[in-house]
């Protein structure tokens, strides 16, 4: 959370881009992938090992969630764990009934599910009042940019790609991992491309996941 307020409050109130230069595009993905962090952290806590302490752990899954364009944290919970009492069924929130849906119709289903008017809303004020404090290209491309980047990733690294297609009967998780990589496994999604190790034992923090592979 440090890392992502911290940078972001550099890139909107101090940083001036030279757009022919390859640095502000390596801060658009590094705020990224601290954006990334934020639902990370928020996912972690839906499992309550953030902090052994149930409120703290609840607080800061709230914080996370909501920095991480308003999420709900009270609202996802519930949807998350039926994701794993549940994957890849028709009561899997984040699962696609077809059995071999594209990348696109998959996501515009995630979003129904999960994406509220109240979310689009917030983000289109919070923009509008950005703006007029800072330069709109910086908001735009440290701001609204990650965050819609951070989605696209979230979904296609901890989703799409672990659940999408057949599954051999005795995988009880229905569920794939990405290659033993841990350096492309911590940058793509901070080692959820481990997937079936995460079903298998949620109670694991991310940052213990590549232990787990």
């Known amino acids: 959370m440090a890392s992502w307020a911290g940078l972001l409050t550099f890139l909107l109130g101090f940083y001036r881009p030279d757009w022919r230069s390859p640095a502000p595009y390596l801060l658009v993905l590094l705020q990224t992938h601290l954006y990334t962090g ?38 996802q919970l519930p949807k998350h764990h039926d994701h794993h009492r549940h994957v890849g069924t028709p009561a899997d929130p984040d699962f696609h009934p077809e059995n071999h849906p594209g990348f696109l119709p998959w996501l515009l289903r995630f979003a129904w599910n999960y994406v509220t008017w109240w979310q689009v809303l917030l983000m289109a004020a919070t923009y509008n009042v950005l703006k007029l404090y800072f330069p709109q290209a910086n908001v735009i491309a440290y701001w609204m940019i990650p965050a819609v980047l951070a989605t696209l990733q979230l979904f ?12 051999a009967p005795d995988n009880r998780h229905k569920s794939r991992s990405q290659l033993r990589q841990h350096a492309w496994a911590f940058v793509s999604c901070y080692f959820f491309g481990y997937h079936y190790e995460h079903h298998d034992q949620p109670y694991l923090p991310w940052w213990r996941l590549w232990q787990a592979k």
Do not use: Q
């Not at 052994?52 to 709230?62: A, V």
């Not at 296609?156 to 599954?167: N, S």
């Open 156 to 167: 296609f690294f901890g989703t799409y790609l672990p659940h999408r297609g057949e599954h």
């Open 38 to 75: 934020l639902y990370i952290t928020a996912h972690d806590a839906m499992h309550g090992v953030v902090s052994p302490h149930k409120r703290l752990n609840n607080t800061i899954g709230t914080v996370c969630a909501l920095l991480f364009a308003y999420n709900w944290f009270p609202r």
